[in-house]
Nanobody, 122 residues
Framework: QVQLVESGGGLVQAGGSLRLSCAAS????????MGWYRQAPGAQREVVAT???????YYPDSMKGRFTISRDNAKKAVYLQMNNLKPEDTAAYYC????????????????WGQGIQVTVST
């Protein structure tokens, strides 16, 4: 069993900051890519940031300079620091982990967190 637990969401005023955390646990052998995605009501899920096992990061242009993704391999965790938040950042945020499970070391699988709400008020 592999589980992802997210924390750190909430309500913040425009211009404020939040830090999201996602901790993986369970039958994990190794973690490869990790990332954050978000989805607003009525909208498609979009990528927020990704980070490879080698530390390479990716951000869409709208997130560059405001969001920072990081990981702690010892803690099996991924973080998202969000600064200068805007109302359009309001969405449910999901962490994603691609890893090898101890139940099948030959296959990489994607796992998702439960989703955590971020609401930015004007």
């Amino acid at each position: 069993q592999v589980q992802l637990v997210e924390s750190g969401g909430g309500l913040v005023q425009a211009g404020g900051s939040l830090r999201l955390s996602c901790a993986a646990s369970g039958s994990i052998f190794s973690i490869n890519d990790m990332g954050w995605y978000r989805q607003a009501p009525g909208a498609q899920r979009e990528v927020v940031a990704t980070i490879s096992d080698g530390g390479n990061t990716y951000y869409p242009d709208s997130m560059k300079g405001r969001f920072t993704i990081s990981r702690d391999n010892a803690k099996k965790a991924v973080y998202l620091q969000m600064n200068n938040l805007k109302p359009e950042d309001t969405a449910a945020y999901y962490c994603n982990v691609i890893c090898y499970s101890l139940s099948d070391l030959r296959t990489q699988r994607a796992y998702w967190g439960q989703g955590i709400q971020v609401t930015v008020s004007t």
